[in-house]
């Protein structure tokens, strides 16, 4: 158990309509990170908050978007849902230091969004 | 840019026996963090092991070792006496340790079933 908890486990939507995905971060963590992972893929990042701001961007368009809240929980929206946008949903809370170095990330267990 | 290659999609081993799963990276960053995560069919990522580019040793974590060679860019995972509950997608991961975010860069991953 990582301590990071992600809701809901499973969703199912159609084409065109948006989706909310929440994450609770481990305790005293200030980074969250989301991932995208399709099927017999490796998770591909998404964009990196810290301290409620957006640090960091993936390769993905602006209809994904996200929110780090004061208690470092996490949402990723996603507008105008395409059917390639079914895949796992993976959060990962780390605490952002100075140093940098291994800072390990804790991955929730995901949310698996089907698109139909 | 970053990118994590593992050319085996799927491994067998038998129980009690040592497996090496291979991974090569390419990057042009003169400090990086090379990762190990393990994944079973629930979907959590589970961290396993971290080396440091300038790390002088190569790390060991229980079980698991890396293989870590720099002039050749590649960064194996052995994981000794292999348990059942070692059956999983295992994923290679690295990241920019000069840069204020954190985004991982996943490899494929590659399968690994372990035999009685």
């Known amino acids: 158990e990582t301590g990071v908890t992600q809701s809901p486990t499973h969703l199912i939507k159609t084409r065109g309509q948006q989706v909310t995905l929440r994450c609770s971060s481990q305790s005293g963590h200030n980074t969250v990170s989301w991932y995208q992972q399709a099927l017999g893929q490796g998770p591909q990042f998404i964009f990196q908050?810290?301290?409620?701001?957006?640090?960091g961007r993936g390769n993905f368009p602006p209809r994904f978007s996200g929110l780090q809240f004061p208690n470092y929980s996490s949402e990723l929206n996603v507008n105008a849902l395409e059917l390639d946008d079914s895949a796992l949903y993976l959060c990962?809370?780390?605490?952002?230091?100075?140093?940098?170095?291994?800072?390990?990330?804790?991955f929730g267990p995901g949310t698996r969004l089907t698109v139909l | 840019a970053q990118k994590i290659t593992q050319t085996q999609p799927g491994m067998f081993v038998q129980e009690k026996e040592a497996v090496t799963l291979d991974c090569t990276y390419d990057t042009s960053d003169p400090s990086y963090g090379l990762f190990w995560y393990k994944q079973p069919s629930s979907g959590e990522m589970i961290f396993l092991i971290y080396?440091?580019?300038?790390?002088?040793q190569n790390a060991t974590e229980g079980r698991y070792s890396l293989n870590f060679q720099k002039a050749r860019k590649s960064a194996n995972l052995v994981i000794s006496a292999s348990q059942l509950g070692d059956s999983a997608m295992y994923f290679c991961?690295?990241?920019?340790?000069?840069?204020?975010?954190?985004?991982?860069?996943f490899g494929k991953g590659t399968s690994l079933l372990v035999t009685p």
């Open positions: 908050y810290y301290r409620e701001e957006e640090n």
């Open positions: 990962a809370s780390t605490l952002m230091n100075v140093a940098g170095g291994q800072n390990e990330q804790f």
């Open positions: 991961a690295m990241r920019d340790l000069g840069t204020s975010g954190y985004a991982l860069n």
């Open positions: 080396q440091g580019s300038y790390d002088q």
